[in-house]
Protein backbone atom coordinates (compact mmCIF):
# COMPACT_ATOMS: atom_id res chain seq x y z
CA UNK A 1 0.00 0.00 0.00
CA UNK A 2 0.94 3.77 -1.05
CA UNK A 3 0.41 6.94 -0.54
CA UNK A 4 -1.48 7.94 -4.16
CA UNK A 5 0.34 11.54 -4.49
CA UNK A 6 -0.45 14.05 -7.56
CA UNK A 7 2.22 16.13 -6.74
CA UNK A 8 5.07 16.73 -4.06
CA UNK A 9 2.60 19.86 -2.47
CA UNK A 10 -0.44 16.67 -2.04
CA UNK A 11 2.24 14.50 -1.03
CA UNK A 12 3.59 16.43 1.73
CA UNK A 13 -0.08 16.62 2.73
CA UNK A 14 -0.65 13.68 2.69
CA UNK A 15 2.18 12.51 4.77
CA UNK A 16 1.31 15.30 7.57
CA UNK A 17 -2.25 13.63 7.78
CA UNK A 18 -0.33 10.13 8.26
CA UNK A 19 2.21 11.18 10.53
CA UNK A 20 -0.54 12.76 12.70
CA UNK A 21 -2.93 10.26 12.62
CA UNK A 22 0.29 7.56 13.63
CA UNK A 23 1.09 10.15 16.22
CA UNK A 24 -2.08 10.08 17.76
CA UNK A 25 -2.47 6.22 18.24
CA UNK A 26 0.81 5.70 19.24
CA UNK A 27 0.48 8.22 22.47
CA UNK A 28 -2.66 6.83 23.59
CA UNK A 29 -0.94 3.17 23.56
CA UNK A 30 1.82 5.03 25.62
CA UNK A 31 -0.97 6.48 27.75
CA UNK A 32 -2.65 3.32 28.24
CA UNK A 33 0.11 1.63 29.32
CA UNK A 34 1.42 4.61 31.46
CA UNK A 35 -1.82 3.89 33.06
CA UNK A 36 -0.99 0.53 33.31
CA UNK A 37 -4.14 -0.61 31.18
CA UNK A 38 -2.42 -2.20 28.62
CA UNK A 39 -5.73 -3.79 27.71
CA UNK A 40 -6.50 -0.35 26.30
CA UNK A 41 -3.96 -0.54 23.99
CA UNK A 42 -4.74 -3.60 22.20
CA UNK A 43 -7.59 -1.86 20.23
CA UNK A 44 -6.14 0.03 17.66
CA UNK A 45 -3.00 -2.03 17.06
CA UNK A 46 -4.44 -3.53 13.45
CA UNK A 47 -4.42 0.07 12.95
CA UNK A 48 -1.28 1.29 14.00
CA UNK A 49 0.28 -1.73 12.56
CA UNK A 50 -0.97 -0.84 8.55
CA UNK A 51 -0.09 2.87 9.40
CA UNK A 52 3.64 2.13 10.67
CA UNK A 53 3.70 0.25 7.93
CA UNK A 54 3.09 3.17 5.38
CA UNK A 55 4.82 5.08 7.05
CA UNK A 56 8.09 3.22 6.92
CA UNK A 57 7.65 2.45 3.37
CA UNK A 58 7.05 5.97 2.56
CA UNK A 59 9.71 7.68 4.53
CA UNK A 60 12.06 5.45 2.97
CA UNK A 61 10.64 6.96 -0.77
CA UNK A 62 11.01 10.21 0.26
CA UNK A 63 14.56 9.45 1.78
CA UNK A 64 15.45 7.71 -1.70
CA UNK A 65 13.99 10.99 -4.10
CA UNK A 66 13.60 13.84 -1.97
CA UNK A 67 12.64 15.09 -5.26
CA UNK A 68 9.13 13.52 -4.31
CA UNK A 69 8.51 16.26 -1.75
CA UNK A 70 10.73 18.97 -3.46
CA UNK A 71 8.05 20.74 -5.65
CA UNK A 72 5.88 21.37 -1.93
CA UNK A 73 5.82 24.77 -0.43
CA UNK A 74 8.59 25.62 2.50
CA UNK A 75 6.11 26.21 4.41
CA UNK A 76 4.50 22.56 4.17
CA UNK A 77 7.66 20.72 4.53
CA UNK A 78 8.54 22.78 7.75
CA UNK A 79 4.38 21.09 8.96
CA UNK A 80 6.01 17.79 7.37
CA UNK A 81 9.22 18.16 9.98
CA UNK A 82 7.42 19.75 13.16
CA UNK A 83 4.71 16.28 12.35
CA UNK A 84 7.74 14.11 12.15
CA UNK A 85 9.75 15.35 15.33
CA UNK A 86 6.45 15.40 17.06
CA UNK A 87 5.82 11.85 16.00
CA UNK A 88 9.68 10.75 17.09
CA UNK A 89 8.79 12.59 20.43
CA UNK A 90 5.74 10.07 21.05
CA UNK A 91 7.73 7.05 19.44
CA UNK A 92 10.60 7.71 22.90
CA UNK A 93 7.82 8.12 25.73
CA UNK A 94 6.42 5.07 24.15
CA UNK A 95 9.56 3.25 24.24
CA UNK A 96 9.91 4.32 27.96
CA UNK A 97 6.03 2.89 28.66
CA UNK A 98 6.96 -0.47 26.88
CA UNK A 99 10.16 -0.75 28.88
CA UNK A 100 8.47 0.32 32.29
CA UNK A 101 5.67 -1.78 31.51
CA UNK A 102 8.40 -5.03 30.73
CA UNK A 103 10.21 -4.49 33.76
CA UNK A 104 7.13 -4.36 35.92
CA UNK A 105 5.84 -7.89 34.22
CA UNK A 106 9.44 -9.06 34.66
CA UNK A 107 9.85 -8.41 38.55
CA UNK A 108 5.96 -10.24 38.73
CA UNK A 109 6.86 -13.18 36.82
CA UNK A 110 10.37 -13.73 39.02
CA UNK A 111 8.58 -12.91 42.32
CA UNK A 112 5.84 -15.87 40.82
CA UNK A 113 8.54 -18.16 40.34
CA UNK A 114 10.43 -17.44 43.36
CA UNK A 115 7.11 -17.89 45.27
CA UNK A 116 6.62 -21.25 43.72
CA UNK A 117 10.16 -22.03 43.98
CA UNK A 118 9.80 -21.49 48.21
CA UNK A 119 6.35 -23.23 48.56
CA UNK A 120 7.83 -26.27 47.14
CA UNK A 121 11.15 -26.38 48.62
CA UNK A 122 8.93 -26.07 52.01
CA UNK A 123 6.65 -29.03 51.29
CA UNK A 124 9.82 -31.64 50.26
CA UNK A 125 10.55 -34.51 52.07
CA UNK A 126 13.48 -35.29 54.16
CA UNK A 127 15.74 -37.53 51.88
CA UNK A 128 18.21 -40.29 52.67
CA UNK A 129 21.55 -40.43 51.96
CA UNK A 130 23.74 -43.77 50.44
CA UNK A 131 23.79 -45.83 53.81
CA UNK A 132 20.19 -45.06 54.25
CA UNK A 133 20.65 -42.27 56.58
CA UNK A 134 18.47 -38.93 56.81
CA UNK A 135 19.80 -36.20 55.26
CA UNK A 136 18.74 -32.60 54.72
CA UNK A 137 15.73 -31.72 52.06
CA UNK A 138 16.61 -32.63 48.73
CA UNK A 139 17.23 -29.13 46.24
CA UNK A 140 13.97 -28.73 44.34
CA UNK A 141 14.24 -30.73 40.62
CA UNK A 142 11.32 -29.17 39.10
CA UNK A 143 11.71 -26.88 36.41
CA UNK A 144 10.97 -22.69 36.23
CA UNK A 145 12.21 -21.66 33.27
CA UNK A 146 12.84 -17.62 33.12
CA UNK A 147 13.72 -16.48 29.75
CA UNK A 148 16.02 -13.12 30.35
CA UNK A 149 15.96 -12.21 27.35
CA UNK A 150 12.40 -11.84 26.50
Known sequence: MALAAE??????EQLIVLTERLTALIAAQAQAFEQHRPQDAAGAIEETTRLAN????????????????AGATLAARARLTRATEAFDAVLARQARSLNAA??????????????VASQRQRGAPEGYGPKGQRTAKPADSSAITLNRRA
Do not use: C, M, N, Q
Not at 7 to 12: G, H, T
Not at 58 to 63: I, P, Q
Open 7 to 12: SPADRV
Open 54 to 69: LYRHESAKVRAKPELI
Open 102 to 115: KTVTEGLVRAIAEE
